[in-house]
């Protein structure tokens, strides 16, 4: 491929994954499987991982050095030089050298997404960014739990679409944010009593 061809490769691919949502907490869902579908078209690609101390950025090496960073513009609001959605070039202030005796980066940006964002949609939690808390029934909550063991963090758009997906039909309540309800129907515990099934995993 010439650059240009990656470029536009790598755009599209952004696309299809993100559809319009913010590359926010994104690398690794995006540059992971980028780099799997660049290798089957003859593209010689490696996965990287590097601290950049707060966060840790996962982004694709050419076998010449250079960067192709598919979600590069996500650090621009974090005093970073501004750059591109797609990023092919030299290594910037985002693509520090990586650290040796890391976890595998997998299992270091699910962690990341699941302790601050949508391990869905990677919106970030907090009524600033619109990801109340929403409650739903314990049982509800096994069935959808990105985890698998009632852990993680999801989204209320993320959840109402995993209930639908599996075909479940459920009630919920917002804790919080501009929809909160602080008054419960007869017969039904107090909000503030019912388990909250999109906040911070356990560990």
């Known amino acids: 491929m010439t650059d240009d061809d990656?470029?536009?490769?790598a755009a599209e691919f952004r696309e299809g994954i993100l559809d319009g949502r913010s590359s926010w907490m994104m690398c690794f869902a995006v540059s992971a499987p980028l780099a799997t579908l660049l290798r089957l078209h003859g593209v010689d690609v490696e996965l990287v991982e590097g601290d950049l101390g707060e966060f840790n950025h996962v982004w694709l090496r050419l076998s010449d050095?250079?960067?192709?960073?598919?979600?590069a513009d996500?650090?621009?609001?974090?005093?970073?030089?501004?750059?591109?959605?797609?990023?092919?070039?030299?290594p910037t202030g985002i693509h520090p050298p990586p650290a040796a005796a890391r976890r595998s980066a997998g299992v270091r940006m699910l962690r990341k997404q699941l302790e601050g964002a949508c391990a869905d949609c990677g919106r970030r939690y907090g009524d600033a960014f619109g990801f109340p808390d929403l409650i739903i029934p314990d049982d509800a909550w096994k069935a959808i739990s990105p985890r698998g063991d009632e852990g993680g963090l999801l989204c209320p758009s993320c959840i109402?679409?995993?209930?639908?997906?599996?075909?479940?039909?459920?009630?919920?309540?917002?804790?919080?944010?501009?929809?909160?309800?602080?008054?419960?129907?007869?017969?039904?515990?107090?909000?503030?009593?019912?388990?909250?099934?999109?906040?911070?995993?356990r560990e």
């Not at 990656?6 to 490769?9: D, K, P, Q, R």
């Not at 050095?65 to 979600?71: E, F, K, N, S, Y």
Request: glycine share 10%; proline share 17%; aromatic share 8%.
């Open 6 to 9: 990656l470029l536009a490769f």
């Open 65 to 71: 050095g250079r960067v192709l960073d598919p979600t």
């Open 160 to 201: 109402c679409r995993r209930l639908h997906e599996a075909g479940i039909k459920t009630t919920g309540r917002f804790t919080s944010g501009p929809l909160c309800d602080d008054h419960s129907p007869p017969g039904e515990a107090p909000a503030a009593d019912l388990p909250v099934r999109n906040a911070r995993p």
């Open 74 to 90: 996500q650090f621009n609001d974090f005093g970073f030089p501004p750059l591109p959605p797609v990023y092919l070039g030299p």
